[in-house]
C-alpha cells in the first residue's frame, strides 16, 4: 500500500501540461511611481556623546630614511643597459 502510493506521487510530480490546454499568461506589472513622503514621518530618539568611543588623536612618529641619499644613478643605469645588450 505504502509503495503504491509513493510511486502515484512520484509519477504525478513528474508530469506534463496537458496538450490543447493552454495555461494563463501571467503578465507582471510594475509601480512606475511611488511617492514618498517624509514630511508625515516623525523619527523619535536620543542624541548623546559616544563616551569612550571618540578616537584620541596620537603621536605622529616621523621615521629616519635609511636609504642613503645619492644625486644621481648614473653608473647602475650604465650597468643596467650593459646587460640589456
Known amino acids: ?3 503504491l502510493l509513493f510511486l502515484t506521487l512520484t509519477f504525478s510530480s513528474f508530469a506534463q501540461d496537458i496538450p490543447g490546454v493552454k495555461a494563463p499568461k501571467i503578465i507582471y506589472k510594475y509601480k512606475k511611481y511611488e511617492k514618498f513622503d517624509f514630511e508625515d514621518l516623525v523619527i523619535e ?3 548623546g556623546s559616544p ?3 571618540s578616537i584620541i588623536p596620537r603621536y ?3 621615521f629616519k630614511n635609511i636609504l642613503p641619499y645619492r644625486k644621481n644613478f ?3 643605469m650604465r650597468k643596467s ?3 640589456i645588450r
Do not use: F
Open 74 to 76: 648614473n653608473a647602475e
Open 51 to 53: 563616551g569612550d568611543l
Open 1 to 3: 500500500m505504502k509503495i
Open 81 to 83: 643597459i650593459e646587460r
Open 60 to 62: 605622529q612618529r616621523k
Open 45 to 47: 530618539g536620543e542624541t
